[in-house]
């Protein structure tokens, strides 16, 4: 089914309803048609709804031709590596166990969560609205961060005020992110027992004030230019607090030399990224990923706001409102912005990888860490967002993006914005929506003025498959939400039939 939408564009509404999976069904048409016009028919279709092009020379005409319609755009270079689901588990396995794991593989002092476990090391298993990357060895890490390079830079060149996506997955060996999430995790559970000492557990975490005279560590104990140092060593950061006798031990027993290598070359590429990203004048955007990588990522990402973000906001976290601790992520970030003098930058979504982090959490033995239904997570981002809107309103150093495709969020935002008398034009609050999805609330709000961006992926046809196939497997979902889509394209077809008016000119 063909519909033309308000800016000209065709909207290819696909039957993917069957229950061939859209990887499969593709795979399919690649051997019937031959490479050639397998590629031909995708770029009429698929790949042209919800792909920009093939590389930053490309997607240069779409970018031009959205900015028309006030519309900016989150560059995102989509490749993935097509592997089976044994390949992904094997690399998974390989990359996030440690040499001093393998060597005592009954050490329980360990948190199961963050752990590596194989029926969960393909970590695409139930996700279908994020890319995943998977360690193979430091040189496709540092093509991987080329790439990251080359999509900043593509941005800079597009337009004056872009942003650019990362993954930190797919800039080292995941261990690391493992490791340290449980360092952070650990470090946060002994606060809380201390807090419950003193009798103070109740109170949220911003009141929580603790005496820690007996603890004879600096608290802080991350410092962005200590980390990307060569002679920092990084394990001597991965020291947990026992909990009955208040002193400090390793995580694990030891790390190789080589690891201590892969660890610190991780944090320098994410170093390097967020330079070239001031350098361009181009926003750079940390994604969220699982629960088990994301304190490390989250921690990381606020160190290199601490250093970035001091004149304007260029290091963005992304949080994913999903999740039961997601209000006190933002506040206890936001509250720390505030006493340090930074911009805040933030990207709200709803979250990714639900129906995976539920399966994990059940069979692995820890608390489900998903809200317990859609209105609940729907409350969470609402929470989170008028949080930072009063903090824009308060001090106008915080910025956040609005990522979402429902209307009734972008409802409730414009009407926040509308309480406190906040501009549009103070480019304080963004809207993001996916290409080739939702155009209603796009293109109204770049034409009202509002900054509203689309996050648009490009790539090489045949190495953007997985990606395109995950939009299939949104399939049912999409055509569910995309009835008033529908309505509304054909309304206005009939006006432009009608009014003789066939081509729309942006006012822009």
């Known amino acids: 089914h063909i519909s033309v939408d308000t800016q000209g ?24 048609l031959g490479n050639r016009m397998f ?18 020379n490309a997607i240069k005409p779409l970018i031009r031709k959205n900015q028309a319609f006030g519309v900016g ?132 975490v911003l009141e929580q004030k603790l005496e820690l005279e007996q603890l004879k560590v600096t608290i802080d104990f991350l410092d962005w230019n200590s980390l990307i140092n060569d002679t920092t060593k990084i394990s001597n950061l991965l020291m947990v607090p026992n909990l009955k006798t208040g002193q400090l031990e390793p995580l694990l027993r030891s790390f190789t030399a080589e690891e201590e290598r892969q660890m610190k070359r991780m944090l320098q590429r994410v170093d390097i990224l967020a330079r070239h990203a001031l350098e361009n004048g181009v926003r750079l955007m940390v994604d969220a990923e699982q629960t ?19 004149e304007k906001p260029i290091i963005f976290n992304t949080y994913q409102c999903y999740l039961k ?28 990888y639900m129906y995976q982090e539920r ?13 317990p239904d859609y209105e609940a997570t729907n409350k969470m981002y609402h929470k989170c967002l008028e949080y930072v809107l009063e903090e824009i309103d308060h001090s106008r150093k915080a910025n956040v993006m609005v990522a979402t495709h429902n209307e009734d969020t972008v ?15 103070e480019n304080k609050v963004y809207f993001g929506q996916l290409l080739g999805m939702c155009d209603q609330i796009s293109f109204p709000l770049g034409q009202a003025g509002f900054p509203v961006y689309k996050y ?28 008033r889509e529908r309505h509304l394209l054909s309304k206005e077809l009939k006006r432009r039939l009608l009014s003789g008016q066939m081509f729309y000119k942006p006012v822009y």
């Open 292 to 310: 088990y990588f994301q304190p490390a990522i989250s921690r990381l990402t606020l160190e290199m706001q601490r250093i970035f973000n001091r």
């Open 411 to 425: 409802k409730f935002t414009l009407e926040k914005m509308n309480e406190m008398g906040l501009s549009p034009t």
């Open 73 to 204: 755009a989150v560059l995102d270079y989509s490749v993935e590596e097509d592997l089976s689901q044994e390949e992904a588990e094997k690399k998974e396995m390989d990359s996030c166990v440690s040499e001093a794991e393998r060597e005592s593989p009954g050490d329980d002092h360990r948190e199961k969560k963050y752990k590596a476990h194989r029926q969960f090391g393909d970590r695409r298993g139930g996700v279908i609205s994020a890319r995943t990357y998977f360690y193979a060895d430091e040189a496709k890490c540092d093509n991987q961060m080329d790439t990251f390079i080359n999509c900043i830079k593509a941005s800079g060149g597009a337009s004056a005020d872009g942003f650019s996506a990362i993954k930190l997955t797919a800039l080292g060996r995941p261990q690391f992110l493992l490791q340290f999430s449980e360092v952070l995790v650990k470090w946060r559970q002994f606060f809380n027992f201390l807090a419950a000492q003193q009798g103070i557990s109740d109170m949220t």
């Open 359 to 371: 399966a994990r959490a059940k069979e692995i033995g820890y608390e489900d860490p998903i809200n």
């Open 9 to 32: 564009n065709r909207i290819f509404f696909l039957n993917l309803t069957t229950p061939c999976p859209g990887f499969q069904l593709m795979d399919l048409s690649k051997k019937l």
């Open 456 to 483: 648009v992926p490009y790539g090489p046809v045949n190495e953007v498959i997985p990606y395109l196939s995950r939009r299939a497997q949104e399939n049912r979902g999409f055509m569910k939400g995309s009835q």
């Open 39 to 56: 590629e031909k028919m995708m770029k009429m279709t698929f790949y042209g709804q919800f792909v920009a092009g093939e590389d930053h």
């Open 325 to 352: 601790d997601a209000y006190d992520n933002v506040s206890v970030d936001v509250e720390l912005s505030r006493r340090e003098g930074w911009y805040f930058g933030a990207k709200l979504v709803r979250g990714a």
